[in-house]
């Protein structure tokens, strides 16, 4: 195939030499700069390229292998991205890093002072957006053929400050000094419409189609980001689209009389659509906006997955067999309206031909079970947006509708509850329904959370379809979340397993196990997770000026702050050690660090209610000399994926307390057990499985399991009989409810109170009795220095089941039958 390869010249070459040459043209050249008169970011951005440079050669090459084999692509469409700092993970997977070090050490910087300037690009609210950058590092490791499509925002999610514990969100202008680590492809823009008109096509006698004439078009201008494989040639990429007014839209004859701010209405217009990723998590607004970049995603990548199709491939026969287009969960769905109306409207494809290319190409990965995150959209919102895409959701309704009544005659009932319309005041587009009507497959991300999809939120779906019904459990990446959060471990593990083969091979953790049972290689580990804690502590101290003890239990909770996932119930433990101290100061306490990170919605008032309170806890235990000789509580704002890779290695107490049946999966409970802290949690999500293979013995289980919540639920729960049979649980609450962390203040925290004993929702007071018995079973364990380590050990050895890379490899045989295409040197 050397005919249909672009004429490629590695420019870079291969040694120290040509890198230092390659920094200091770069600095000159690109820069404009010299050694002597560069800046920080001078001196990051000259890096940087110079690290791309690097992996420019291999994507090139990645590109002409896929063209040339023509294979099967996997096509990730996600509103969400939380790729990380990406100098490190480049240095890693360029093994330039070794480079580096002696160049600046010759220069008098140092790499962490460079790193100042990586700015993560945070384009994700939280476990769903980094998924997303964790299962793309695995494809490009596996040397999947892939893109991830996704919205370059201007802004990402905020910016996490406290003002008097209280979170204030300042603009993430992630830009801000350019971003060294994407390309623009100016070339391959595209037009999308909205608004508009519909109308029939006179020559189609089943007026399936029809003609959309927009009321309003603007221009998707893509860029991506190179995604490198481990250990491999391959190099993906994420394209990102941002949104740019047509040419049409400066209004000069506004200008002309002098109107100049009005003239650019439209422009501001258009470009709003990118501007801002919505900060919620697992929770559903339906704004017009928001809508509005889903389809502004969804119409740009499809357009661009045909050209890339085209390229190689023509008619409409073979497009299921080479592309296959993931959903991240139903924020892209307007997708399989979109290819419809490409298909039939715009390619004189029929309808049913259509519908079978179509629903061949989707998948669809569900991530909740929060009924209020189910998305829904307003028909009267669809038929303005996007008239031609809710004539087609009724069309693919009324075809759907009709298999439901074959499927079950006469029962209209699972009609009205399996439709894609919901009827009502309002009626409203089930997006959930819409996806899995569209798809091939279908999957929840871990096993219990699978189950529990098939058994009540799409009951009734997997009842008619039970074949499209798959679980894929989560995965993390180990080469961010171990090798490069983690050196020193990395470097134990290495010595120990022989080789570095496990950062491809995870199971290979396997043989730590019988080290576990070593005493000097568990003096050796619990040597790396105290370095990893004095670091840590230095961090915390820089960022909330609170000092903490190495050598204290390092219980961390870091997550977004949501009342399913029950940082209330934390709180409620903390300050349940905070009246033990007070009632007997001179007895023995195991001492204790509580690390709190995460953000809460800005309109989330109970959550943000309850950082303040996080924060007015903490003030409180780290002022008074005698708790804070056994326990300090921080709270580092703006935990983000770069605080994360600071906060895991260090961690000894991973906290995963969501009420059992709320958490899909988890991920960073993934994380931390690869990291060798110990899990306390309740059997939700992927803490089953975690438990299931570090073993009962190594894991700390409390509380209800989610047969039992539901059963509690159904009896009629009332928080308040806990409160009073439990003189503990009771003494927390009125302690809050007393005004002792608002300076005597008793309705700054009512409602947390109120809301604990009104409804409380999650249930935390029924599982407070089990939460802090589990706890002192924590501590008591903590002093048995070796038997903890060992858990530690063991906890790493066990969770190579949680790359994912094994969940790559599980996408590839269930759903996305694809092959890996190997790029040659
Ligand atoms: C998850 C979301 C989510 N589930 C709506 N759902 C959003 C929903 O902006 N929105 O509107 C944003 C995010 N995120 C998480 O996905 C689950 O809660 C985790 O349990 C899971 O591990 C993660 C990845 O599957």
């Given at each position: 195939?050397?005919?249909?390869?672009?004429?490629?010249?590695?420019?870079?070459?291969?040694?120290?030499?040509?890198?230092?040459?390659?920094?200091?043209?770069?600095?000159?050249?690109?820069?404009?700069?010299?050694?002597?008169?560069?800046?920080?970011?001078?001196?990051?951005?000259?890096?940087?390229?110079?690290?791309?440079?690097?992996?420019?050669?291999?994507?090139?090459?990645?590109?002409?292998?896929?063209?040339?084999?023509?294979?099967?692509?996997?096509?990730?469409?996600?509103?969400?991205?939380?790729?990380?700092?990406?100098?490190?993970?480049?240095l890693?997977?360029t093994?330039?890093?070794?480079?580096?070090?002696?160049?600046?050490?010759?220069?008098?910087?140092?790499l962490?002072?460079?790193?100042?300037y990586?700015?993560?690009?945070?384009?994700?609210?939280?476990?769903?957006?980094?998924?997303?950058?964790?299962?793309?590092?695995?494809?490009?490791?596996?040397?999947?053929?892939?893109?991830?499509?996704?919205?370059?925002?201007?802004?990402?999610?905020?910016?996490?400050?406290?003002?008097?514990?209280?979170?204030?969100?300042?603009?993430?202008?992630?830009?801000?000094y350019?971003?060294?680590?994407?390309?623009?492809?100016?070339?391959?823009?595209?037009?999308?419409?909205?608004?508009?008109?519909?109308?029939?096509?006179?020559?189609?006698?089943?007026?399936?189609?029809?003609?959309?004439?927009?009321?309003?078009?603007?221009?998707?201008?893509?860029?991506?980001?190179?995604?490198?494989?481990?250990?491999?040639?391959?190099?993906?990429?994420?394209?990102?689209?941002?949104?740019?007014?047509?040419?049409?839209?400066?209004?000069?004859?506004?200008?002309?009389?002098?109107?100049?701010?009005?003239?650019?209405?439209?422009?501001?217009?258009?470009?709003?659509?990118?501007?801002?990723?919505?900060?919620?998590?697992?929770?559903?607004?339906?704004?017009?906006?928001?809508?509005?970049?889903?389809?502004?995603?969804?119409?740009?990548?499809?357009?661009?997955?045909?050209?890339?199709?085209?390229?190689?491939?023509?008619?409409?026969?073979?497009?299921?067999?080479?592309?296959?287009i993931?959903?991240?969960?139903?924020?892209?769905?307007?997708?399989?309206?979109?290819?419809?109306?490409?298909?039939?409207?715009?390619?004189?494809?029929?309808?049913d031909?259509?519908?079978?290319?179509?629903?061949?190409?989707?998948?669809?990965?569900?991530?909740?079970?929060?009924?209020?995150?189910?998305?829904?959209?307003?028909?009267?919102?669809?038929?303005?947006?996007?008239?031609?895409?809710?004539?087609?959701?009724?069309?693919?309704?009324?075809f759907?509708?009709?298999?439901v009544?074959?499927?079950?005659?006469?029962?209209?009932?699972?009609?009205?509850?399996m439709?894609?319309?919901?009827?009502?005041?309002?009626?409203?587009?089930?997006?959930?329904?819409?996806?899995?009507?569209?798809?091939?497959?279908?999957?929840?991300?871990?096993?219990?959370?699978?189950?529990?999809?098939?058994?009540?939120?799409?009951?009734?779906?997997?009842?008619?379809?039970?074949?499209?019904?798959?679980?894929?459990?989560?995965?993390v990446?180990?080469?961010?979340?171990?090798?490069?959060?983690?050196?020193?471990?990395?470097?134990?593990?290495?010595?120990?397993?022989?080789?570095?083969?496990?950062?491809?091979?995870?199971?290979?953790?396997?043989?730590?196990?019988?080290?576990?049972?070593?005493?000097?290689?568990?003096?050796?580990?619990?040597?790396?997770?105290?370095?990893?804690?004095?670091?840590?502590?230095?961090?915390?101290?820089?960022?909330?000026?609170?000092?903490?003890?190495?050598?204290?239990?390092?219980?961390?909770?870091?997550?977004?702050?949501?009342?399913?996932k029950?940082?209330?119930?934390?709180?409620?433990?903390?300050?349940?050690?905070?009246?033990?101290?007070?009632?007997?100061?001179?007895?023995?306490?195991?001492?204790?660090?509580?690390?709190?990170?995460?953000k809460?919605?800005?309109?989330?008032?109970?959550?943000?209610?309850?950082?303040?309170?996080?924060?007015?806890?903490a003030?409180?235990?780290?002022?008074?000399?005698?708790?804070?000789?056994?326990?300090?509580?921080?709270?580092?704002?703006?935990?983000?994926?770069?605080?994360?890779?600071?906060?895991?290695?260090?961690a000894?107490?991973?906290?995963?307390?969501?009420?059992?049946?709320?958490?899909?999966?988890?991920?960073?409970?993934?994380?931390?057990?690869?990291?060798?802290?110990?899990?306390?949690?309740?059997?939700?999500?992927?803490?089953?499985?975690?438990?299931?293979?570090?073993?009962?013995?190594?894991?700390?289980?409390?509380?209800?399991?989610?047969p039992?919540?539901?059963?509690?639920?159904?009896?009629?729960y009332?928080?308040?009989?806990?409160?009073?049979?439990?003189?503990?649980?009771?003494?927390?609450?009125?302690?809050?409810?007393?005004?002792?962390?608002?300076?005597?203040?008793?309705?700054?925290?009512?409602?947390?109170?109120?809301?604990?004993?009104?409804?409380?929702?999650?249930?935390?007071?029924?599982d407070?009795?089990?939460?802090?018995?589990?706890?002192?079973?924590?501590?008591?364990?903590?002093?048995?220095?070796?038997?903890?380590?060992?858990?530690?050990?063991?906890?790493?050895?066990?969770?190579?089941?949680?790359?994912?890379?094994?969940?790559?490899?599980?996408?590839?045989?269930?759903?996305?039958?694809?092959?890996?295409?190997?790029?040659?040197p």
């Amino acid at each position: 195939m050397t005919e249909a390869r672009p004429r490629l010249r590695r420019t870079v070459g291969d040694s120290l030499e040509d890198f230092e040459r390659d920094l200091i043209s770069n600095l000159y050249y690109q820069r404009g700069t010299t050694i002597e008169s560069a800046s920080g970011p001078d001196g990051y951005h000259t890096l940087a390229v110079t690290v791309r440079d690097r992996l420019v050669d291999r994507y090139a090459r990645t590109a002409a292998a896929h063209y040339a084999a023509n294979p099967r692509f996997v096509y990730y469409l996600s509103a969400e991205y939380l790729l990380g700092r990406q100098l490190r993970q480049n240095l890693l997977y360029t093994d330039t890093e070794r480079w580096v070090r002696p160049i600046a050490e010759d220069l008098g910087v140092s790499l962490e002072a460079l790193e100042v300037y990586d700015v993560e690009p945070g384009l994700g609210n939280g476990g769903l957006g980094r998924l997303a950058a964790c299962l793309l590092d695995s494809m490009a490791t596996l040397d999947i053929p892939a893109v991830g499509y996704g919205i370059r925002y201007e802004f990402g999610i905020f910016k996490q400050t406290f003002r008097d514990g209280q979170q204030v969100e300042r603009p993430d202008d992630w830009t801000f000094y350019g971003n060294p680590w994407e390309f623009p492809a100016p070339d391959d823009r595209q037009l999308v419409g909205f608004y508009g008109t519909t109308k029939a096509d006179p020559k189609d006698p089943t007026g399936l189609k029809k003609h959309w004439v927009p009321g309003e078009t603007v221009r998707g201008e893509p860029s991506h980001m190179l995604v490198p494989g481990y250990g491999t040639q391959t190099v993906n990429i994420i394209r990102l689209w941002q949104a740019r007014a047509s040419r049409e839209s400066f209004d000069l004859a506004r200008f002309g009389v002098g109107q100049y701010v009005e003239a650019v209405d439209d422009i501001v217009k258009a470009e709003n659509i990118s501007k801002v990723l919505y900060p919620d998590d697992s929770t559903e607004l339906g704004r017009e906006l928001r809508l509005k970049q889903q389809y502004f995603l969804v119409a740009c990548s499809l357009r661009d997955i045909i050209r890339r199709y085209r390229l190689r491939n023509s008619g409409w026969e073979g497009f299921a067999d080479k592309v296959v287009i993931q959903l991240n969960d139903t924020h892209p769905v307007v997708a399989v309206t979109e290819l419809m109306r490409l298909l039939v409207d715009e390619h004189g494809v029929g309808w049913d031909e259509a519908w079978s290319i179509t629903r061949r190409t989707f998948n669809y990965t569900c991530h909740t079970l929060l009924p209020e995150a189910l998305e829904t959209w307003p028909v009267r919102l669809l038929e303005r947006l996007l008239p031609r895409h809710m004539e087609i959701i009724y069309a693919i309704n009324h075809f759907f509708l009709e298999e439901v009544r074959a499927a079950y005659p006469g029962d209209e009932d699972v009609v009205r509850r399996m439709s894609v319309i919901q009827e009502g005041d309002e009626r409203r587009v089930r997006m959930a329904h819409l996806a899995v009507v569209g798809s091939t497959a279908v999957n929840g991300v871990a096993e219990l959370h699978t189950k529990l999809l098939a058994e009540t939120t799409l009951h009734d779906f997997a009842t008619l379809w039970p074949e499209r019904f798959h679980n894929v459990t989560n995965g993390v990446t180990p080469r961010r979340f171990l090798r490069m959060a983690n050196p020193r471990l990395s470097t134990l593990i290495t010595e120990s397993l022989g080789d570095e083969g496990w950062l491809t091979d995870l199971e290979r953790l396997h043989g730590l196990g019988t080290a576990a049972d070593d005493p000097a290689f568990r003096a050796a580990w619990r040597d790396v997770k105290r370095q990893n804690k004095v670091e840590l502590a230095a961090a915390v101290e820089r960022s909330t000026g609170v000092l903490i003890d190495p050598d204290a239990l390092a219980d961390v909770m870091i997550k977004r702050f949501h009342e399913y996932k029950r940082q209330q119930l934390k709180l409620l433990h903390v300050i349940t050690m905070v009246n033990r101290i007070r009632a007997d100061p001179q007895a023995t306490y195991v001492p204790r660090t509580v690390l709190f990170g995460g953000k809460a919605a800005p309109g989330y008032h109970a959550m943000k209610l309850l950082i303040q309170l996080v924060n007015a806890v903490a003030d409180v235990v780290n002022t008074d000399p005698v708790i804070a000789r056994h326990l300090r509580v921080v709270f580092p704002p703006d935990y983000n994926v770069t605080k994360a890779q600071f906060v895991i290695p260090a961690a000894d107490l991973s906290e995963q307390i969501s009420l059992a049946g709320k958490e899909a999966s988890g991920t960073g409970n993934m994380k931390l057990a690869l990291n060798g802290a110990l899990t306390i949690g309740t059997l939700d999500g992927a803490n089953i499985e975690i438990r299931d293979r570090v073993g009962a013995d190594n894991f700390f289980l409390f509380g209800m399991d989610a047969p039992a919540a539901a059963a509690l639920r159904r009896s009629g729960y009332s928080p308040r009989s806990f409160y009073e049979a439990d003189f503990e649980l009771r003494l927390a609450v009125d302690t809050i409810a007393s005004g002792a962390f608002a300076k005597g203040d008793r309705s700054v925290f009512a409602p947390v109170v109120d809301a604990m004993l009104g409804r409380d929702e999650y249930m935390a007071l029924a599982d407070y009795r089990a939460y802090v018995d589990c706890q002192d079973t924590v501590a008591e364990a903590w002093t048995d220095t070796e038997r903890w380590t060992r858990m530690s050990v063991l906890n790493t050895a066990r969770c190579g089941f949680f790359s994912s890379d094994r969940t790559v490899r599980e996408y590839c045989a269930q759903i996305w039958k694809v092959d890996p295409v190997r790029v040659s040197p």
